[in-house]
């Protein structure tokens, strides 16, 4: 009985180092080829599947100087690749309006009494594309060229690529999943910007941003958006993407526009009861 005991327990320990793997488990590799294969995956999955999104965010602006305001839900429609519609709902009907297509805004805002319309007028650059930005920034559809992709380098456990557009520096970093971890835009002549993809999840089958924080270089103001509920199509046929032009709309410039905008912010964080 004694030796039996011997071999089976010489039988389990052959067995047991048979299993065993021969030194320490590799690690996968980083580097730029496998880390571009799953980010092409994942786009072109977003691209295919998500050319129509449809939810409601859940928004908080902070600004460190003062008070934050109360947050708020935004109703958002996307249609790639460049239009949207923002709504803000108020106690009847609703509070702010926004919509894009292409260069063109359209502000419709009863509780601020302003109904506003601006484009870039002559200026067709691709910079000027403002609700392609938009479009590209909630779904997170970057697009380096192969060149930036060769020329990157690895950074904290990802992949960091830089490119150019219409004299724009666009800075990248892609985790290992192949999904983007940040992005930086620093605009020709204008203040840097940093969008954080803090969280991703997974809706009607596509991976898509389930918390994007954006920031100025200088932390000025915050905006953190987190989608509470969301509806991802490949296209919808019913989503137009002409843009209604109230009656009585100002024709604004882009910089007056960025004026107003800039007052609004201002006076929404210096007081939180409006």
């Known amino acids: 009985m004694r030796r039996r005991r011997l071999w089976g327990s010489g039988l389990v320990l052959l067995l047991v180092a048979g299993c065993a793997p021969a030194g320490r488990p590799q690690l996968p590799r980083l580097g730029s080829p496998s880390i571009e294969a799953r980010f092409e ?13 449809e939810g409601n965010y ?3 602006v902070h600004r460190p100087s003062g008070q934050d305001p109360p947050g708020l839900t935004l109703r958002t429609r996307l249609v790639a690749p460049d239009a949207f519609r923002f709504r803000v709902d108020a106690l009847f009907g609703n509070a702010v309006d926004l919509s894009g297509h ?3 805004l359209v502000i419709d805002a009863p509780a601020l009494n302003l109904t506003a319309v601006t484009d870039a007028g002559g200026d067709r650059s691709r910079r000027q594309d403002i609700s392609g930005w938009v479009c ?10 192969a060149s930036a992709w060769a020329q990157g380098e690895a950074a904290d456990s990802a992949w960091r690529v830089r490119w150019t557009e219409a004299e724009d520096s666009l800075e990248l970093v892609v985790s290992m999943a192949g999904l983007p971890r940040t992005v930086r835009v620093h ?3 204008g203040s840097p910007i940093a969008l954080g993809y803090e969280r991703w999840q997974s809706w009607n089958g596509v991976m898509w941003p389930a918390r994007l924080v954006a920031k100025d270089d200088e932390g000025r103001l ?3 958006l987190q989608p509470e509920s969301m509806r991802l199509m490949a296209h919808d046929a019913t989503a137009a993407t002409a843009l209604r032009i ?12 960025r004026a107003w905008v800039s007052r609004i912010a201002g006076e929404a964080t210096a007081d939180t009861s409006r």
């Not at 995956?41 to 999104?53: T, V, W």
């Open 58 to 60: 859940s928004a908080w």
């Open 41 to 53: 995956a994942r786009l072109a999955e977003r691209r295919a599947h998500a050319g129509f999104a």
């Open 102 to 104: 292409g260069d063109t």
């Open 187 to 189: 605009p020709a002549g």
């Open 136 to 145: 590209r920034a909630l779904a997170a559809t970057w697009s380096p060229p």
């Open 246 to 257: 109230p009656d009585g709309a100002l024709r604004l410039s882009r910089s007056r526009l």
């Open 222 to 224: 915050s905006v953190t």
